[in-house]
């Protein structure tokens, strides 16, 4: 859905953000009411992450006006605000979010104690540990005891955060349409997997990465909607904030299919890197295919349903 009020330079309006989100999710879930398209998403007793995309701080995270309607339409169905977690690896003071502001919990992922031992990712690519990965080893100075240097520190395991794997129940994903320099698009599947796990540096370019990831139970299971943030749009140097390649787009974009998201949310951003003379970046996102082969979602266009929700 687009609407040119939505936003001016960089301040969204919230009311009108607010409506963009209540009809693209009644859109979603083909229901008349607000309440009733949230009550088919989630249930009493539910515990509800908002999982946003906080990298690009102030001017270029997910925005506030959006997690707001999504709360006001999770108490609709029955959800309480303090069974609401809002998080992101880090970055949420700097993109706005403090915690008990909104009534809803407002959480980064705690360096190392904040991944879930048991909640192993195994995969045969090498990883150089870093401090905040789960089994970083550190000096022990007073003992003086010998551990490998950080150079020497290798793991084919990653490790689940906590916040995915205990907390929650079910997942509203809250990406901002925006590029990845390593894997093309910083969208709904990127969302639900690089920022959520450790060691994650040794993935780039592995297309197969990315959808065993979101495959897993404990992640793509929990995801009841996308909810994509197009207020802003970045065509080149995500999801960090690069001014030089960042416009308005006032849209906000809805679907239960990650991968049609995310395959629609691509064509743009090739689009316009085709009009600014940037080279094309889809080769990077070659695990949108790989993810549909897997029946994670549509890549063809004839399978794809986009709609243009019009403001009432």
Known sequence: ?????????????????????????????????VASAWRSLVKPGDRVGIKISAAGGKFFSSHKSVVEAIVEGLESAGIARKDIIVWDREGLAAAGYTNHEGGYQVRSIESGEGYDPEAV??????????????????????QRSIVPQESEQLSQD?????????????????????????????????????????????FGGNDSFICDLYSDERIGKKVVINIMDGLLAQYAGGPEFQPNYLFRHASIYASKDPVALDTVALAHIEQWRSQGKLPRIAPRAAYLPTASQMGLGAVKGDQIDLREIRPR
Not at 1 to 13: A, K, L
Not at 121 to 139: E, Q, T, V
């Open 121 to 142: 990712i195994f995969s045969g690519i090498l990883g150089k540990l870093i401090w905040g990965d789960l089994d970083f080893a550190k000096r022990d100075l007073k």
């Open 1 to 33: 859905m687009t609407d040119d009020s939505s936003i001016t330079d960089y301040q969204d309006d919230p009311e009108v953000v607010h409506k963009m989100v209540d009809y693209v999710v009644m859109a979603t879930t083909e229901t008349n009411d």
């Open 158 to 202: 990653s490790h689940l955060c906590r916040i995915l794997s205990h907390d929650v129940t079910k997942v509203i994903n809250v990406p901002v349409l925006s590029t990845s320099e390593s894997c093309g698009i910083a969208g709904c599947l990127y969302n639900m997997t690089v920022p959520n796990v450790d060691n994650w540096r040794r």
